[in-house]
């Protein structure tokens, strides 16, 4: 059973047609060349979501270094979807970027604008229970591009969210 949602999939052959190396990640372009992105991972079986934020880097213990990060194999921190995704195939589920950014604050500002949007933690449709504070100086606004693939990601044949 899968959402029947209008935002455009873009399977793995056709990401290596599009020269896009992403991983599993649905997204428009190559991403990777800003400090992270905002993704959701939609199950289509049970028909949930999980909203999340991604860096493309990490810091190295001790130094001021960056190392990249495996974001084109990562799943997301929740450890409730960990659970599903070991008990059920990877197919069942849709991982979408919705937008990069280029600062943390931003980053940081765009996961908690979006889960106030959906109104995530009081929805029974998102696994999302907790947002995070904005700790961070935003100095890019959401991006329409961000809105848009938000609400093509969520609106179904039947229900709207």
């Not at 049970?46 to 909203?51: D, M, P, W």
């Not at 970027?97 to 500002?109: A, D, I, N, P, V």
């Amino acid at each position: 059973m899968k959402f029947e949602g209008t935002v455009p999939t873009i399977t793995e052959s056709q990401q290596k047609t599009l020269r896009f190396d992403n991983g599993h990640w649905q997204f428009p372009e190559q991403m990777g060349d800003v400090v992270g992105f905002i993704y959701i991972v939609r199950d289509n079986y049970l028909k949930r979501f999980y909203l999340g934020k991604k860096l493309f880097t990490s810091a190295v213990k001790g130094t001021k270094q960056r190392k990249a990060s495996s974001w084109k194999k990562y799943t997301t921190s929740s450890k409730l979807l960990a659970e599903l995704f070991e008990e059920r195939p990877k197919e069942e589920f849709d991982f979408i970027c919705l937008e990069q950014y280029r600062t943390k604050g931003t980053l940081s500002y765009a996961e908690t604008w979006t889960l106030c949007q959906v109104e995530a933690p009081t929805s029974l449709i998102w696994y999302n229970k907790r947002i995070e504070a904005v700790s961070w100086k935003v100095s890019e606004t959401i991006s329409e591009r961000h809105k848009q693939r938000l609400a093509d990601t969520l609106l179904f044949k039947d229900m709207r969210c």
